[in-house]
């Protein structure tokens, strides 16, 4: 079975920093897309940034700049750096993956595999 593990989150002041990691267990992620979506309470879940499996990356206009993602494919791990964290920020983060999922849809298909989430809040 696939799994998606998140890990990173926490609380931080406004203008800091995190990095969040999700490690994918049942393929190998050089392989498949995979990406971040975060949902913020009272609003509809969103595409932050994503990694196709020949490297094309796409970013959400609104952390353009500010988060950066990375791929170890030794660990199976997708990182992704956020800089300049602001409170428009918080959110829960989730990792999404699927072989047939493009970086320009965050990854998302009918089946996608979804990690449990990280919680990410900005003071």
């Known amino acids: 079975d696939v799994q998606l593990v998140e890990s990173g989150g926490g609380s931080v002041q406004a203008g800091g920093s995190l990095t969040l990691s999700c490690v994918a267990s049942g393929y190998a992620a050089s392989s498949v897309c995979m990406g971040w979506w975060r949902q913020a309470p009272g609003k509809e879940r969103e595409g932050v940034a994503a990694?196709?499996?020949?490297?094309?990356?796409n970013y959400a206009d609104s952390v353009k700049g500010r988060f950066t993602l990375s791929k170890d494919n030794r660990k199976n791990t997708l990182y992704m750096r956020m800089n300049n964290l602001k409170p428009g920020d918080t959110a829960m983060y989730y990792c999404?993956?699927?072989?047939?999922?493009?970086?320009?849809?965050?990854?998302?298909?009918?089946?996608?595999?979804w990690g449990q989430g990280t919680q990410v809040t900005v003071s």
């Open positions: 999404a993956s699927d072989p047939n999922g493009s970086s320009g849809g965050f990854c998302a298909t009918p089946f996608n595999y």
């Open positions: 990694i196709a499996a020949d490297g094309t990356t």
